[in-house]
C-alpha cells in the first residue's frame, strides 16, 4: 500500500511537495518506512498463503484420519503421515514414530493383523505419557513454526508509528530553528518544513495500520489452528485408549476357561 502510494507521489502535487522539502532525516525516514511497508505486505501475504496451505492439508489429513476408524496405525494413515506436509500429519506422524516404537518392543517384529494394518500391543503407563508428551511437543513446534516472523509484524506495528512521530518531530523543530535563525515568523516559511515533518507520520501510518491489521489477522487464525491441532492431540490419544482397551478385553477374554 505504502509502496504504491509513494510511487504515485509525482502525480500528488502536495505530497510531492512535502517529500521535496523534508530534509535529510525526514527523506531518511521515508525511505526506511517505504522499505518496512515491502517487508509488511511480504510478510503478510507469505504468511496468509502458507496459513491457508496448511489449513487445506490438514483438514485433508483429518478427514482421512476420521474415515479409520479404529485403525491408528492404518497403512493408509501411516503412509499420508510420512509424507504429510501439513502441521496435523507432522504431529500424527511424530506420535506413532513413538507408538510403534513401543509396539515393536513388545516383540521380535511388528505384527500386521488381518485388516491390513499393524495390531497394537499393551502399553503401560509411562509409555502413554510418553505418547502424550511427544504429541504436545509436536504441536509446540508446529505453534512456532506458525508463528515465525509474526514477531516482525508486532515490530513493525510498534515502530512504524513512532519512526513517523520522530520524523514530525524533527522536521517541526528543523522548521521553527530556520525561522529563528532568519530572525522573521513567517508563515510561507514555515509551511514547507511543516508540510515535509507531517509526510513522515502519514507515512508511518499507512505502514502501521496495514501491519496492525494484518497482525491480528493472522495471530487470530493461528489460535484458531492451535485449538484445531490441540483436538487432534485428544482425538489421538482417545483412539489409543481404546485400542487398549479393546486389547485389554480381548486377552482377559481369549484366558477365560473354555476358550
Known amino acids: 500500500m505504502f509502496s504504491a502510494f509513494f510511487l504515485g507521489a509525482a502525480t500528488s502535487p502536495g505530497v510531492y511537495y ?15 518506512l ?6 509488511t ?9 502458507g496459513m491457508h496451505r496448511a489449513k487445506v492439508r490438514s ?5 482421512l484420519f476420521g474415515e479409520q476408524q479404529k485403525k491408528l496405525a492404518s497403512p493408509t494413515l501411516l503412509m499420508e503421515g510420512k509424507n504429510a506436509v501439513d502441521p496435523i500429519g507432522n504431529i500424527y506422524s511424530a506420535g506413532m514414530e513413538k507408538l510403534l516404537e513401543f509396539y515393536e518392543k513388545d516383540s521380535s517384529e511388528t505384527r500386521i493383523s488381518s485388516g491390513g494394518y499393524i495390531a497394537p500391543s499393551k502399553l503401560s503407563e509411562a509409555q502413554f505419557n510418553a505418547i502424550e508428551a511427544v504429541l504436545e511437543s509436536a504441536v509446540s513446534g508446529q505453534i512456532q513454526q506458525l508463528e515465525t516472523r509474526i514477531g516482525l509484524l508486532a515490530t513493525l506495528v510498534s515502530l512504524s508509528p513512532f519512526l513517523g512521530l520522530f520524523g514530525t518531530v524533527w522536521g517541526v523543530m528543523m522548521a521553527f530553528c530556520g525561522i529563528a535563525a532568519a530572525g522573521r515568523a513567517d508563515f510561507t516559511a514555515l509551511a514547507p518544513g511543516v508540510a515535509g515533518a507531517l509526510l513522515t507520520t502519514v507515512a508511518g501510518l499507512i505502514v502501521a495500520i496495514p501491519s496492525l491489521i494484518g497482525y491480528n489477522a493472522l495471530t487470530a487464525s493461528i489460535r484458531s489452528f492451535t485449538v484445531i491441532m490441540d483436538n487432534f492431540v485428544e482425538s489421538f490419544l482417545v483412539r489409543l485408549k481404546l485400542e487398549q482397551v479393546a486389547l485389554a478385553k480381548a486377552e482377559k477374554k481369549s484366558t477365560e476357561p473354555g476358550e
Open 18 to 32: 512535502a517529500f521535496q522539502y523534508s530534509d535529510v532525516v525526514g527523506k531518511t525516514i521515508v525511505v526506511i
Open 34 to 39: 517505504l522499505f518496512c511497508s515491502i517487508l
Open 41 to 49: 505486505w511480504s510478510t503478510m501475504v507469505d504468511k496468509a498463503v
Open 59 to 63: 483438514l485433508h489429513f483429518l478427514a
